[in-house]
Nanobody, 116 residues
Framework: VPVVESGGGLVQAGGSLNLTCVVS????????MGWYRQAPGQQREMVAT???????NYGAFVKGRFTIPRDNAKDTIFLQMNNLQPEDTAVYYC???????????WGQGTQVTVSS
């Protein structure tokens, strides 16, 4: 499996979780990576993305609570989530984008559940 997430789980409101995503194929043409989430009955939405280098972008709901560090040497990104709230409950997916040719891959998702 070329894109694998880990680190989801159950946490109380106000708590923290760290997610990890490792890309293991096509890494020489990896251009961007990101985290997306999908709650039951909702559309998938962007949480955070990072392109080659360090340019990051966050969903409006993040409000400074999450960061997306990247370890280029290991083709790995993380999602450090603080002050989690019940509305953050969702399946979190990692996305990897490649160039030449242009395509992207998704991980299988990891469940994050925040209890009130």
């Amino acid at each position: 499996v070329p894109v694998v997430e880990s680190g989801g789980g159950l946490v109380q409101a106000g708590g923290s979780l760290n997610l990890t995503c490792v890309v293991s194929a096509g890494t020489a043409r990896l251009s961007a990576m990101g985290w997306y989430r999908q709650a039951p009955g909702q559309q998938r939405e962007m949480v955070a993305t990072i392109i080659s280098g360090a340019s990051t972008n966050y969903g409006a709901f993040v409000k400074g609570r999450f960061t997306i560090p990247r370890d280029n040497a290991k083709d790995t990104i993380f999602l450090q989530m603080n002050n989690l709230q019940p509305e953050d409950t969702a399946v979190y997916y990692c996305n990897a984008q490649f160039f030449l040719p242009s395509y992207d891959l998704w991980g299988q998702g990891t469940q994050v559940t925040v209890s009130s």
